[in-house]
């Protein structure tokens, strides 16, 4: 009985508010907006961008 299990349906992954989902480095700011604006459009959340005050240099 049960010799295995079901397939699997797809991944899930629990995303606390606060949390750093995409970190870019080694591009200019404006490209680094561009591309985090698309991927913030199809997430099924509300993100908003967040810049360093100063760097790490």
Do not use: T
Not at 10 to 28: H, Y
Not at 39 to 47: E, N, R, S
Request: proline content about 5%; some cysteine; overall charge positive.
């Amino acid at each position: 009985m049960g010799k295995g299990k079901a397939e699997i349906e797809g991944w899930v992954a629990r995303v606390k508010p606060g949390m750093v989902l995409f970190e870019i480095g080694g591009v200019p700011e404006d490209v680094a907006k561009l591309a985090l604006s698309r991927v913030a459009h199809k997430m099924p959340v509300k993100c908003r961008l967040v810049a360093r005050r100063h760097s790490l240099a």
